[in-house]
């Protein structure tokens, strides 16, 4: 059983297009989040998200939103994508106290 | 706000030998974890090993261990007997308080020379 998982793996869509990215957890974490690696691969929170709030990083635009219809389940949609947003894309879960986190195998995203 | 510092964007070492990265932190929180993660080939994101802040006993996983210095700031991870299946890209990591996630530094790329 894995642990997180994310859907799909890979990604190559057009420039304007609107897309989701879907993360799964079935370890029971409380809360969920969406990283984003570069191509120089430096990874950078995006969105982290339990039952009570939603922290988002200032520096992400408002064309990516995540959503969650339930605690187990936290996807990324991305609407009029950009060819800077290629990048892959981690979801991953954490319990609040240990603040270990598993991370999902990543989706590459490609805009062209 | 945290910030953490890899200052070896690469390394290499012997197989069989002994390598050490480095990592400093920076963070206001006084309650925060740190983890050291591998990211082979495969992108996947692997724990390697974790530390609380709180505990002033280094961690140790097996042929990982890492040298903790709180006042220092300086979290550096130390690999024995390296193996060909450690090369990969290191991330050092901070996690302070509530559900901010993890800060990541930009990563050590480490080669294994058989």
């Known amino acids: 059983d894995t642990a997180v998982s994310q859907t799909p793996k890979y990604l190559v869509t057009q420039m304007g297009n609107d897309k989701s990215i879907k993360c799964e957890q079935n370890?029971?974490?409380?809360?969920m989040y969406w990283y984003k690696q570069d191509s120089k691969k430096f990874l950078k929170i995006m969105f982290s998200y339990n039952n009570k709030e939603l922290i988002i990083n200032e520096t992400v635009p408002n064309r990516f939103s995540p959503k969650s219809p339930d605690k187990a389940h936290l996807n990324l949609h991305i609407n009029s994508l950009e060819l800077g947003d290629s990048a892959v894309y981690f979801c991953?879960?954490?319990?609040?106290?240990?603040?270990?986190?598993?991370f999902g195998q990543g989706t590459r995203l490609t805009v062209v | 706000a945290q910030t953490v510092t890899q200052s070896q964007p690469e390394m290499s070492v012997q197989e069989a030998e002994t390598v050490t990265l480095s990592c400093t932190y920076d963070?206001?929180?006084?309650?925060?974890?740190l983890f050291w993660y591998k990211q082979p080939p495969s992108r996947q994101m692997i724990l390697v090993i974790r530390?609380?802040?709180?505990?002033?006993q280094n961690a140790t996983e097996n042929r990982f261990s890492v040298n903790f210095q709180k006042a220092a700031k300086s979290f550096s991870l130390k690999i024995s007997d390296s193996q060909l299946g450690d090369a990969a890209m290191y991330f050092c990591a901070c996690s302070g308080g509530g559900a901010d996630g993890l800060t990541f530094g930009k990563g050590t790329h480490l080669i294994i020379q058989p």
């Open positions: 963070t206001s929180e006084s309650d925060y974890y």
């Open positions: 991953a879960s954490s319990h609040r106290g240990t603040r270990q986190a598993f």
């Open positions: 530390q609380e802040a709180y505990k002033q």
């Open positions: 370890l029971g974490h409380d809360t």
